[in-house]
Nanobody, 116 residues
Framework: QVQLVESGGGLVQPGGSLRLSCAASGSIFRLNVMGWYRQAPGKERELVASITSAGSTNYIDSVKGRFAISRDNAKNTVYLQMNSLKPEDTAVYYC??????????WGKGTLVTVSS
């Protein structure tokens, strides 16, 4: 069984920074994609950023230039560095691991609140 545990959320003022971490454990294929999603109150969950095991990244337009996704394959951990945070970034952030044969796993989420 695969488990994902997120950490690093919290309350931050507009313009501030946070770094999220997601550690995966269990039977993990070497080739995979890890991603960060977020869900704001009353909105659908959306992909924020993703990174393949080879290091290719993808971002939604609203976070380009502000967020950076990275990973440590040896630790099966993915990070999301969030800078210049805005109130509209407030959401529960979820980590997702995608592997072959449509095996997808989710973390329980970590709350990020951007407010003065």
């Amino acid at each position: 069984q695969v488990q994902l545990v997120e950490s690093g959320g919290g309350l931050v003022q507009p313009g501030g920074s946070l770094r999220l971490s997601c550690a995966a454990s269990g039977s993990i294929f070497r080739l995979n994609v890890m991603g960060w999603y977020r869900q704001a109150p009353g909105k659908e969950r959306e992909l924020v950023a993703s990174i393949t095991s080879a290091g290719s990244t993808n971002y939604i337009d609203s976070v380009k230039g502000r967020f950076a996704i990275s990973r440590d394959n040896a630790k099966n951990t993915v990070y999301l560095q969030m800078n210049s945070l805005k109130p509209e970034d407030t959401a529960v952030y979820y980590c997702k691991l995608s592997m072959a044969m449509a095996m997808n796993y989710w973390g329980k989420g970590t709350l990020v609140t951007v407010s003065s």
